[in-house]
């Protein structure tokens, strides 16, 4: 597993992040290519709106209630320009404004209470896009310095993807666009 992703063999509701989408790839490539989606769907630099999340065989029965969240939200737009650093040592970027990905995660957990966010290991879930580990040759610095030229990063949130995560077999199972403006 890599720093990046969650164990092996579970869902993941996020919203993809295509600005950075070479950048975090060809860090998965680096950290563990079993990562390395060949779904050209497949949102390998994304922001997590709720893990884990249900298993294959579950999808088919969530599916329209995840549909009617996600319409009910509204598209909108996003920039990444801060590096950070969590204590557990997982480099990230800051969304701003975090607010409609906070808002978003609230919504699909009280319609999910079975799926907190990260699964409840956090008391206060930050949105992100994860970047890397602080590691013996990695800092928050050499991350920031590595990623600087893409930054700021312009995004706009205009669907949730459901990403399944296996090694050899990551790709997204489905997708729901958020309403409009």
Do not use: K
Request: charged share 15%.
């Amino acid at each position: 597993m890599t720093p990046h992703e969650p164990s092996a063999g579970h869902s993941v509701l996020v919203i993809p992040v295509p600005a950075l989408e070479g950048w975090v790839r060809a860090r998965h490539q680096h950290y563990d290519p079993a990562y390395v989606s060949a779904d050209p769907t497949f949102a390998h630099a994304h922001l997590t709106i709720l893990a884990p999340f249900v298993e294959r065989a579950e999808v088919d029965g969530v599916s329209a209630r995840v549909s009617e969240i996600v319409s009910a939200t509204s598209t909108f737009d996003f920039t990444l320009a801060e590096v950070d650093t969590f204590p557990n040592g997982i480099v990230h970027l800051v969304p701003e404004p975090e607010e409609p990905f906070r808002e978003l995660t609230a919504a699909l957990w009280r319609a999910f209470p079975a799926y907190p966010p990260y699964a409840g290991a956090f008391p206060d879930v930050r949105p992100h896009v994860t970047l890397d580990a602080l590691g013996p040759d990695v800092t928050t610095a050499t991350v920031a310095a590595s990623v600087a030229s893409l930054l700021p990063a312009q995004g706009y949130a205009d669907r949730v993807q459901l990403s399944w995560y296996e090694p050899g077999s990551c790709r997204t199972l489905a997708a729901w666009p958020l309403g409009g403006r």
